[in-house]
Each structure stands twice: as C-alpha cells, then as structure tokens.
C-alpha cells in the first residue's frame, strides 16, 4: 500500500490486491462473506464514532467530496490540536460509514485499523490524590 489512494474506487482496487495477495490467490464466492450496502432513502450511510469522551455521528452520501462539521469547514473546525479526541471520532465514524455505503472497503479499513474502535479513556481522579496517580509532596518533620 505504498501507492496514493485518491479515490474510492483505487481503494477498492487496492482492496482486491492486498486479499489476492494474502492468500495467494483470489477469494471464491464460498469464502467471502457477502455483505449488502446499509444506505437509507436518501442514498446516505450512517454511523457513529467514538473516542475518548467525543462522539460523532457521521452521514456520508455521494457528493462533490466536501467535509463539514458543525456546519464549519473541517480545517476551520479542527484548527486546535486539543481536538484530537474529537478528531479521533470523526475519523472511526467515516471509516465505519464507508464500510457500511460500500462494503468491499472493509478489508482495507480493517488492515489499517481503522474500524477498531480506541477504548483508552481518562482515569478518574481519587480522593487523598492530587490527580488520578500523583500524590501530594511528602515531607517527613
């Protein structure tokens, strides 16, 4: 996968390579499992990313390829780097969509990653603590 994906139907070409090349030869009917595309009556998938405390609940239809969130443009959105959380969900929420509007991307998104949803979370903080782990300076006299 060193080549440049731009497109969803490179991905999809890359997708076949990679199984093909994994096992050696092509999947057969009987090995893969079917899967439909999950599209509603407008022609859009839906699915929902998470990430630490952030949700993000993702609609991907065909289109000219412009992303918003919040109805802000996403560079304008993400500008801070505290938003990597949220960034996070947005990125599990558009892979779980695209598998969902066409399912022969899952293999690819799967190899990367992508579809594993990061269950690492903030450890809470504890009385006699002054964080979650880090105790107060002692002193002996």
Known sequence: MADQVNSLEDLSSVVTDDIG????TT????????REPVRDAFGRAYATGKRKDAVARVWIKPGSGKVTVNGKEM??????????????AVKHGVSKALQLYDPSLRAALKA?????????VVERKK???AKARKSFQ????
């Open 21 to 24: 090349a994994v096992q050696g």
């Open 75 to 88: 560079k304008v959105y993400f500008a801070r780097p505290v938003l990597s959380g949220q960034a996070g």
């Open 112 to 120: 990367a990653g992508f579809l594993t949803r990061d269950s690492r």
């Open 27 to 34: 999947p057969t009917e009987e090995t893969q499992i079917k």
């Open 138 to 141: 002692f002193s002996k006299r």
């Open 127 to 129: 009385y006699g603590k």
